[in-house]
């Protein structure tokens, strides 16, 4: 069997590009794209699992954006608490679940099942460990309650989860097209 044969460090640079184009902004501005990093981890997962490295090398990318933004560009440092660093078990959450659903592919319309509850889990996952650690020890709310969290949440759930799966769909897509145009049509290979 022949698959289509896509080259790891052509989706490694393709990876570090989305999030190095996107990151500067949560939901978007009129001027910027929305932060793709969140699919970018997922995307990751699925596409890189055999290359661990490459989740410190998205995360270390993540982190100097970060610093970038807020010290060259100006961006607020209003999410930089003491809770930040809870994106790295947030982000691995993402790459686990995209590594999860790379694992249970079985090339039929079932795997679209499969990839929205893999998403769906790993993504809330993460944002339950990154917005709630924010929320509960970033010390920016002033009487945090379950109530204020739960609001909170509400309000931010949905839109990250749109962009997200926004990205991460369009890129389903054009995997479809890719492999379904293949002479051999068994899927999408990394090497």
Do not use: N
């Not at 309650?145 to 799966?165: C, I």
Request: hydrophobic share 55%.
């Amino acid at each position: 069997m022949q698959s289509v044969k896509f080259p790891k460090w052509g989706a490694l640079l393709a990876l570090v590009a989305a999030m190095g184009a996107t990151r500067f902004g949560h939901l978007g501005t009129l001027w910027a794209p929305p932060d793709a990093s969140w699919a970018v981890f997922f995307l990751a997962g699925f596409y890189l699992q055999e290359d661990r490295w490459v989740l410190a090398v998205l995360l270390c990318e993540a982190i100097v954006i970060d610093f970038v933004a807020i010290r060259v560009y100006g961006v607020s440092s209003y999410c930089v608490t003491g809770a930040y660093w809870f994106i790295v078990p947030g982000y691995s959450m993402l790459w686990l679940g995209g590594a999860w659903l790379r694992r249970h592919v079985v090339q039929r319309p079932s795997d679209a099942v499969r990839l929205a509850g893999s998403l769906l889990a790993s993504f809330t996952a993460c944002f339950v460990l990154t917005e709630g650690s924010f929320y509960w020890l970033g010390g920016r709310i002033g009487q945090p309650s379950v109530a204020g969290w739960w609001a909170d949440f509400a309000s931010w759930y949905g839109p990250f989860l749109l962009v997200t799966g926004t990205y991460v769909g369009l890129v389903a897509v054009a995997h479809l097209a890719v492999t379904r145009w293949s002479p051999a049509r068994t899927g999408l290979r990394v090497r």
